[in-house]
């Protein structure tokens, strides 16, 4: 096959998330935000009954860790921020010293070792106190973030150039007001859509502030984070062919319309089936709050790049199928049923298999539907359940994706600039606690003090990003 050399110019980073990471939950002034509530007060809502109490402790860890991340050769590092750790309360009537500190250090170490900050503002953990506000069912929390957001810019936009808002609205606002998957746990029907509006408008505000405000001295940017399933129709019927559609808007459109499209409203496809759903039930008009011509104007155009996380694909078929079991990937009003491919070669991760053509195809689909924008992955990478260091299926993943991620670069044209592994280290992965592990780097999570061991996957991908290609021999045959 083919041997693709890595353009020039092209980033490699690793990513991690404050919660995921961090440890330190209430140390020094940090507030309490929706993970450590959820954790604290309904324990057996994680599988193994975990928390990030301490998770890998990267908050008294951060000169250690920079040098595990320049040994690796990476030129940028992903990290959110704990919103909780810099405005306990949410809002800004007190900024923790404590807060400002920690980030600062972690960035001043990075910069120190030629390793570019790229934040994330809100990876899943927004600050308890604002859930009794409603959290994001309200659309004061817009406002709050962009104060937020002006707190960060302003301590420090100096030395952080790459800024994305939110991590996977999708998933905070399906999974988290919606379904039943992430914290804070919330199930209303209309949950996930009020959710949708806060965090669009939130983000086109955090923007535009950065614009008016920031830019000029700073000159960085601001760009948001999607994920992207691949949707496969099960078979060729025109009915699964819609259903892979509907599922593609509902997952990625939901949010990159408005954002990255000059109607700068949600897909048509995903109005009318809500509008559909909620006049079935009764109900007098759709469930979707309509977004309004000023709001319209606001969030268009507000990102200057689209961060992208891909992970694998599913097939789909419509909902009125019944005889295929409910998958997987489901949402509320979205007719279609995704399933999982059985036979693909599975990861400890129920959802995640590995499919590698899915990411070419996703990178093209955006391509085509969005007008080809800069796009950067900030996550990509396969689980397993031990502490296995002879990680051959990671490598194999990495390389496999990769490998496809290039043939959109070169074959296709796809304007991609960047990539992210998830992740750096082995992590508190959300309700699966401690059982699915995703590191480059392995942590003991027995011992106190967290040690870390590289993985076969952290030496080919420090390989990888030095030979600027993809080496094939590490791989298992
Ligand atoms: C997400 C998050 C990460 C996860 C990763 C593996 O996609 O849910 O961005 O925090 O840990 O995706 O599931």
Same mark, same amino acid.
């Given at each position: 096959?083919?041997?693709?050399?890595?353009?020039?110019?092209?980033?490699? !980073?690793?990513?991690?998330?404050?919660?995921?990471?961090?440890?330190?939950?209430?140390?020094? %002034?940090?507030?309490?935000?929706?993970?450590?509530?959820?954790?604290?007060?309904?324990?057996?809502?994680?599988? #193994?009954?975990?928390?990030?109490?301490?998770?890998?402790?990267? &908050?008294?860890?951060?000169?250690?860790?920079?040098?595990?991340?320049?040994?690796?050769?990476?030129?940028?590092?992903?990290?959110?921020?704990?919103?909780? *750790?810099?405005?306990?309360?949410?809002?800004?009537?007190?900024?923790?010293?404590? !807060?400002?500190?920690?980030?600062?250090?972690?960035?001043?170490?990075?910069?120190?070792?030629?390793?570019?900050?790229?934040?994330?503002?809100?990876?899943? #953990?927004?600050?308890?106190?604002?859930?009794?506000?409603?959290?994001?069912?309200?659309?004061?929390?817009?406002?709050?973030?962009?104060?937020?957001?002006?707190?960060?810019?302003?301590?420090?936009?100096?030395?952080?150039?790459? =800024?994305?808002?939110?991590?996977?609205?999708?998933?905070?606002?399906?999974?988290?007001?919606?379904?039943?998957?992430?914290?804070?746990?919330?199930?209303?029907?209309?949950?996930?859509?009020?959710?949708?509006?806060?965090?669009? /408008?939130?983000?086109?505000?955090?923007?535009?502030?950065?614009?008016?405000? &920031?830019?000029?001295?700073? %000159?960085?940017?601001?760009?948001?984070?999607?994920?992207?399933?691949?949707?496969?129709?099960?078979?060729?019927?025109?009915? #699964?062919?819609?259903?892979?559609?509907?599922?593609?808007?509902?997952?990625? %459109?939901?949010?990159?319309?408005?954002?990255?499209?000059?109607?700068?409203?949600?897909?048509?496809?995903?109005?009318?089936?809500?509008? *559909?759903?909620?006049?079935?039930?009764?109900?007098?008009?759709?469930?979707?709050?309509?977004? $309004?011509?000023?709001?319209?104007?606001?969030?268009?155009?507000?990102?200057?790049?689209?961060?992208?996380?891909?992970?694998?694909?599913?097939?789909?078929?419509?909902?009125?199928?019944?005889? /295929?079991?409910?998958?997987?990937?489901?949402?509320?009003?979205?007719?279609?049923?995704?399933?999982?491919?059985?036979?693909?070669?599975?990861?400890?991760?129920?959802?995640?298999?590995?499919?590698?053509?899915?990411?070419?195809?996703?990178?093209? =689909?955006?391509?085509?539907? &969005?007008?080809?924008?800069?796009?950067?992955?900030?996550?990509?990478?396969?689980?397993?359940?031990?502490?296995?260091?002879?990680?051959?299926?990671? +490598?194999?993943? &990495?390389?496999?994706?990769?490998?496809?991620?290039?043939?959109?670069?070169?074959?296709? #044209?796809?304007?991609?600039?960047?990539?992210?592994?998830?992740?750096?280290?082995?992590?508190?992965?959300?309700?699966?606690?401690?059982?699915?592990?995703?590191?480059?780097?392995?942590?003991?999570?027995?011992?106190?003090?967290?040690?870390? $061991?590289?993985?076969?996957?952290?030496? +080919?991908?420090?390989?990888?990003?030095?030979? *600027?290609?993809?080496? =094939?021999?590490? $791989?298992?045959?």
């Amino acid at each position: 096959c083919k041997e693709y050399v890595f353009p020039d110019n092209f980033k490699f !980073g690793v990513a991690t998330a404050a919660y995921q990471v961090e440890g330190a939950w209430n140390t020094s %002034g940090k507030g309490e935000n929706i993970w450590d509530y959820m954790t604290h007060t309904n324990p057996s809502s994680i599988l #193994d009954r975990s928390n990030g109490d301490i998770a890998c402790d990267t &908050y008294n860890k951060i000169k250690a860790d920079v040098q595990l991340l320049k040994n690796l050769g990476v030129d940028f590092y992903r990290f959110s921020i704990s919103w909780s *750790r810099i405005l306990p309360s949410g809002k800004t009537d007190y900024i923790n010293p404590d !807060g400002i500190r920690y980030y600062n250090e972690l960035i001043d170490e990075l910069l120190a070792n030629d390793i570019k900050p790229l934040v994330t503002m809100h990876h899943f #953990d927004q600050p308890q106190p604002l859930e009794q506000e409603g959290g994001f069912l309200n659309l004061k929390l817009a406002d709050y973030f962009e104060d937020y957001a002006d707190v960060l810019y302003k301590n420090f936009g100096d030395r952080v150039k790459d =800024w994305t808002t939110f991590n996977e609205p999708t998933l905070v606002c399906f999974l988290g007001y919606s379904g039943e998957f992430l914290a804070p746990m919330i199930t209303r029907k209309d949950g996930g859509y009020l959710c949708g509006r806060t965090l669009l /408008i939130g983000h086109a505000k955090a923007y535009h502030l950065y614009n008016k405000r &920031y830019k000029n001295d700073q %000159g960085g940017r601001v760009g948001i984070v999607h994920d992207i399933f691949w949707f496969e129709p099960r078979t060729n019927k025109i009915g #699964d062919i819609k259903a892979a559609e509907a599922a593609k808007e509902f997952n990625f %459109g939901w949010f990159a319309k408005p954002i990255f499209t000059q109607e700068g409203d949600y897909p048509q496809i995903m109005k009318e089936s809500i509008a *559909r759903s909620s006049k079935l039930e009764g109900l007098s008009k759709s469930r979707l709050p309509q977004l $309004t011509q000023e709001e319209i104007e606001l969030i268009k155009g507000s990102a200057d790049f689209l961060g992208v996380n891909h992970y694998t694909t599913f097939y789909c078929s419509p909902i009125e199928d019944d005889t /295929i079991e409910r998958g997987l990937f489901y949402l509320p009003d979205m007719d279609a049923n995704c399933i999982v491919d059985d036979k693909a070669e599975s990861s400890a991760t129920p959802w995640l298999k590995v499919i590698p053509s899915g990411f070419r195809k996703s990178l093209n =689909w955006i391509k085509e539907q &969005y007008n080809n924008p800069e796009v950067i992955i900030l996550e990509n990478g396969f689980s397993d359940a031990g502490n296995l260091l002879n990680d051959c299926p990671r +490598v194999n993943y &990495y390389n496999r994706y990769l490998t496809e991620m290039l043939k959109a670069i070169y074959e296709d #044209d796809c304007n991609v600039s960047g990539y992210a592994a998830w992740s750096f280290m082995d992590n508190f992965e959300w309700r699966s606690g401690y059982t699915q592990k995703f590191g480059l780097y392995s942590v003991d999570f027995n011992d106190p003090s967290r040690p870390r $061991t590289p993985k076969m996957s952290a030496f +080919v991908f420090k390989n990888i990003i030095r030979e *600027r290609k993809i080496n =094939w021999s590490y $791989t298992p045959d």
